[in-house]
């Protein structure tokens, strides 16, 4: 699964999921786009790390997800530095849970422009570089409780499910221009999200997976790999779960 001379932008790659992400693509050849916000250094920072640690030439991109404009110039920037893009790892995402009657409004804005609006209007940039060339792969990230709903996650869970709709469009208009673009839905994977809940709640929800164990982000990273790789080439408009068989 080598993406040697690949060029691969990956949301969110400065902590979590997105920064394992960013090191397993960059290990396998690919140049690296890394993303971040809250510390304006930490994506050039990264980015200089993966290309000391694996040879390639990487990136970092300063973007708020949630701020069309500043999604824009990230991809005029791609545009400048490399003049193509091959990957999209649509992988930025928040998690504000709330019980149903106690949900405030910002957190419903800045969920759905985090987790559902933010992946249609890369998908939206990424196309159009993508249509030049002929090809490419888009993977969305989406969640388990996206395809199953839970109790305390509404807006989250309606913001996973509209990448879910999203994606499956996307993959019927983009399929006849080569670019392919399916979603992962991980499921309860160890992070620091989850490392803070309770010992408690931690060990409840590890209890609720059938492989007993919890899921490591090398596991959806490995899947994001294959869906960016030539392994998949016949594959789109898929979701495809990661969760070791959680019950929900």
Same mark, same amino acid.
């Given at each position: 699964?080598?993406?040697?001379?690949?060029?691969?932008?990956?949301? #969110?790659?400065?902590?979590?999921?997105?920064?394992?992400?960013?090191?397993?693509?960059?290990?396998?050849?690919?140049?690296?786009?890394?993303?971040?916000?809250?510390?304006?250094?930490?994506?050039?920072?990264?980015?200089?790390?993966?290309?000391?640690?694996?040879?390639?030439?990487?990136?970092?991109?300063?973007?708020?997800?949630?701020?069309?404009?500043?999604?824009?110039?990230?991809?005029?920037?791609?545009?400048?530095?490399?003049?193509?893009?091959?990957?999209?790892?649509?992988?930025?995402?928040?998690?504000?849970?709330?019980?149903?009657?106690?949900?405030?409004?910002?957190?419903?804005?800045?969920?759905?422009?985090?987790?559902?609006?933010?992946?249609?209007?890369?998908?939206?940039?990424?196309?159009?570089?993508?249509?030049?060339?002929?090809?490419?792969?888009?993977?969305?990230?989406?969640?388990?409780? #996206?395809?199953? #709903?839970?109790?305390?996650?509404?807006?989250?869970?309606?913001?996973?499910?509209?990448?879910?709709?999203?994606?499956?469009?996307?993959?019927?208009?983009?399929?006849?221009? #080569?670019?392919?673009?399916?979603?992962?839905?991980?499921?309860?994977?160890?992070?620091?999200?989850?490392?803070?809940?309770?010992?408690?709640?931690?060990?409840?929800?590890?209890?609720?997976?059938?492989?007993?164990?919890?899921?490591?982000?090398?596991?959806?990273?490995?899947?994001?790999?294959?869906?960016?790789?030539?392994?998949?080439?016949?594959?789109?408009?898929?979701?495809?779960?990661?969760?070791?068989?959680?019950?929900?």
């Amino acid at each position: 699964m080598r993406l040697d001379g690949q060029i691969a932008y990956v949301t #969110g790659s400065t902590r979590g999921i997105g920064r394992v992400v960013a090191a397993t693509l960059a290990e396998a050849g690919a140049a690296v786009v890394v993303n971040g916000y809250r510390d304006p250094a930490e994506p050039g920072r990264y980015a200089a790390e993966l290309k000391e640690r694996y040879g390639t030439d990487c990136i970092g991109i300063c973007a708020d997800q949630r701020d069309p404009d500043a999604i824009k110039a990230a991809y005029a920037s791609i545009h400048r530095t490399y003049g193509r893009l091959d990957i999209l790892a649509n992988n930025a995402g928040i998690v504000e849970d709330a019980l149903l009657g106690m949900i405030s409004e910002p957190s419903i804005v800045n969920t759905y422009d985090t987790d559902a609006l933010a992946i249609v209007r890369n998908m939206q940039l990424a196309s159009r570089l993508m249509r030049r060339h002929g090809s490419g792969s888009i993977i969305n990230s989406s969640s388990i409780m #996206g395809v199953y #709903g839970n109790a305390g996650e509404v807006v989250y869970a309606s913001a996973k499910a509209a990448v879910i709709g999203a994606t499956k469009a996307a993959a019927k208009e983009l399929a006849p221009f #080569g670019i392919r673009v399916n979603a992962i839905a991980p499921g309860f994977i160890d992070t620091d999200l989850t490392r803070a809940l309770t010992p408690e709640i931690f060990e409840e929800r590890i209890a609720s997976i059938g492989m007993g164990r919890v899921g490591q982000p090398q596991d959806v990273a490995n899947v994001v790999l294959f869906l960016a790789s030539p392994l998949s080439a016949y594959v789109t408009g898929q979701v495809i779960g990661i969760d070791g068989s959680m019950v929900v």
